[in-house]
């Protein structure tokens, strides 16, 4: 912002303004709507307030944010330049000298800048408000909560339920988390004091097991050695524990790559492909992420074209129409490209960056044509 002259100083003002603006009414509606639709599901289901309802709905919202936020970039650049149209500021600037270029470079930088910002602060924010959202309301739900870690040391797993807990480590795990390989299953019982249920566990039993698989509510462990205070080891050519997971939710749990942050993903990358586990949905909202920048470009860009075209010639509500059409297309096929990648149909880096570079150069072709004939 330093290098722009005073003109794209003051573009790069109203843009700003312009963006805050769209993000305040989608952020209220955000909060607002999803308010209503936690006492409505949540509340329908257990007793729970208003102030509750609207905290559960803050929890989520920096995830829904941060999906809302190339729309409301788009927005923001159709405001300016609509703005700057009516009150004839436009063409006075390019009467001025400026091309199209310079003077949309302030709107091109804000995007990048908001870009950045989204994939250092609101995403890693987003991460971890949603995984204290998904905590919460497994907990009103009176749901067992697992809590799912990958360390050098393997994949650990705490299943916490009313009369106890089970603590999990496996060396290896297959794609689906349904069968593992050198598991531990340590078994506590939860203590209880004058009737009530205290936050503390006591030691129960140890099972080390050569293969552990999860069928229809029990852990199907093989080659067991069963331990316990006070008892003599003894080994289990087979041996059944019951669990209340599902396979299904065991899958969906193992640490989803929209509850980890931006700048942990890498390293969690690395420890889940050394558990065994694929990782393919994680490579791809990590590149999603860098690519975030590139996107909120191309929607400043798409915004900006719709408004080249100078207010005094009319006909601008077929290209504003077209603008927000071509936006919709293209967040459609990111979004498309991306569930493509998590199923290792292509590889992530292919499906985060090019449609945005591809989108990018079709852009700056339409405004070179326009521009310079």
């Known amino acids: 912002m330093i290098a722009f002259n005073r003109i794209q100083r003051y573009i790069f003002r109203e843009f700003f303004l312009s963006f805050l603006m769209v993000l305040g009414v989608i952020s209220l509606a955000?909060?607002?709507?999803?308010?209503?639709?936690?006492?409505?599901?949540?509340?329908?289901?257990?007793?729970?307030?208003?102030?509750?309802?609207?905290?559960?709905?803050?929890?989520?919202?920096?995830?829904?944010?941060e999906q809302t936020m190339p729309f409301a970039v788009l927005t923001g650049t159709v405001?300016?330049?609509?703005r700057l149209g009516r009150r004839a500021e436009l063409p006075v600037i390019r009467?001025?000298?400026?091309?199209?270029?310079?003077?949309?470079?302030?709107?091109?930088?804000?995007?990048?800048?908001?870009?950045?910002?989204?994939?250092?602060?609101?995403?890693?924010?987003?991460?971890?408000?949603?995984?204290?959202?998904?905590?919460?309301?497994?907990?009103?739900?009176?749901?067992?909560?697992?809590?799912?870690?990958?360390?050098?040391?393997?994949?650990?797993?705490?299943?916490?339920?009313?009369?106890?807990?089970?603590?999990?480590?496996?060396?290896?795990?297959?794609?689906?988390?349904?069968?593992?390989?050198?598991?531990?299953?340590?078994?506590?019982?939860?203590i209880f004091e004058d009737g009530q249920a205290t936050d503390r566990y006591a030691f129960a039993r140890r099972y080390d097991a050569q293969t552990a698989r999860l069928i229809d509510g029990f852990w199907q462990l093989e080659d067991v050695i069963e331990n316990g205070p006070d008892v003599i080891p003894e080994h289990y050519d087979q041996l059944s524990l019951a669990t209340d997971l599902e396979l299904y939710t065991l899958a969906e749990r193992f640490s989803p790559p929209e509850s980890i942050s931006f700048w942990t993903l890498p390293e969690h990358i690395r420890k889940t492909r050394e558990a065994g586990l694929r990782t393919e949905r994680h490579e791809m909202r990590l590149m999603g992420l860098t690519a975030l920048p590139l996107v909120f470009v191309v929607m400043s860009l798409i915004g900006s074209l719709a408004c080249l075209r100078l207010a005094r010639l009319g006909n601008t509500a077929p290209l504003l129409a077209s603008a927000m059409l071509s936006a919709i297309v293209f967040y459609f096929i990111n979004q498309v490209s991306a569930s493509m990648a998590a199923t290792g149909t292509v590889p992530p880096i292919i499906a985060a960056w090019l449609p945005p570079l591809f989108c990018l150069f079709i852009c700056f072709a339409i405004i070179a044509f326009r521009e310079d004939g």
């Open 79 to 82: 405001m300016t330049f609509r």
């Open 30 to 65: 955000i909060v607002l709507v999803d308010t209503v639709e936690q006492l409505r599901t949540v509340g329908a289901r257990t007793n729970i307030t208003i102030g509750y309802a609207l905290y559960l709905a803050l929890l989520k919202f920096p995830g829904l944010a």
């Open 95 to 190: 009467a001025s000298g400026l091309s199209a270029w310079m003077f949309l470079a302030p709107t091109i930088s804000a995007a990048l800048l908001i870009g950045l910002f989204t994939m250092m602060v609101v995403s890693p924010m987003g991460a971890n408000l949603n995984a204290t959202f998904e905590e919460t309301r497994s907990r009103l739900f009176d749901r067992n909560v697992v809590n799912i870690t990958q360390f050098d040391s393997g994949v650990w797993l705490r299943e916490v339920s009313d009369t106890g807990q089970t603590i999990i480590n496996a060396a290896k795990i297959d794609d689906t988390g349904s069968l593992m390989s050198d598991a531990k299953f340590i078994v506590e019982t939860r």
